[in-house]
């Protein structure tokens, strides 16, 4: 019994230790059960704002996360629609430049070019009718299947985006 009281006696001052109080520890084991429920009680409100800081918190990453994946797929959205754009712009020029073709080098090189400028309309219309999460598993699927010619391609674009950087600098030095 004394040593069940010894013991209840330390925990109760560990406790209260722990939550920031500090009191006489209790000499009798009454004395320490009430000890024990202000402890505990004292714990539990620590654990309740501890509990209410950790929710709190969740819900501003959570809020943060969904912010951040609105803007990124606005963007994405945005970044599709320039392509598609882009991509139609070139499709009519090939396709203005085929008559021109006819005249100058033959019918041959004229029908090249329109079916050129049709199978690069037809990526612009697929590119235009699929959703961006369709999109990104396109990318992953190809990413898995050919590794190495995604690898060959992002060097290519890391290039050629290195180049117009370039070119960019050495036009503000010479203004």
């Not at 069940?4 to 006696?9: G, K, L, P, V």
């Not at 912010?67 to 712009?89: F, I, P, Q």
């Not at 008559?99 to 235009?128: M, N, W």
Request: glycine share 6%.
């Amino acid at each position: 019994m004394a040593n069940e009281t010894s013991e209840s006696s330390a925990r109760t001052a560990r406790v209260q230790q722990a939550a920031g109080t500090t009191s006489a520890t209790p000499a009798t084991s009454a004395a320490a059960s009430s000890g024990d429920t202000a402890s505990e009680s004292k714990t539990e409100k620590a654990k309740a704002a501890a509990s209410d800081v950790k929710s709190s918190a969740k819900e501003q990453a959570l809020g943060l996360k969904d912010k951040a994946l609105s803007s990124a797929r606005s963007a994405a959205t945005d970044g599709k629609s320039k392509a598609v754009e882009k991509v139609g712009g070139v499709s009519k020029a090939i396709q203005a430049s085929a008559s021109k073709l006819d005249e100058d080098v033959g019918q041959t090189y004229g029908d090249f070019a329109r079916s050129a400028a049709k199978s690069i309309d037809d990526i612009a219309a697929q590119l235009d009718a699929k959703d961006i999460d369709e999109l990104l598993e396109d990318a992953k699927a190809f990413v898995r299947k050919s590794p190495a010619i995604a690898i060959g391609i992002a060097a290519a674009l890391g290039f050629a985006a290195s180049r117009v950087v370039k070119s960019g600098l050495d036009l503000d030095d010479n203004v």
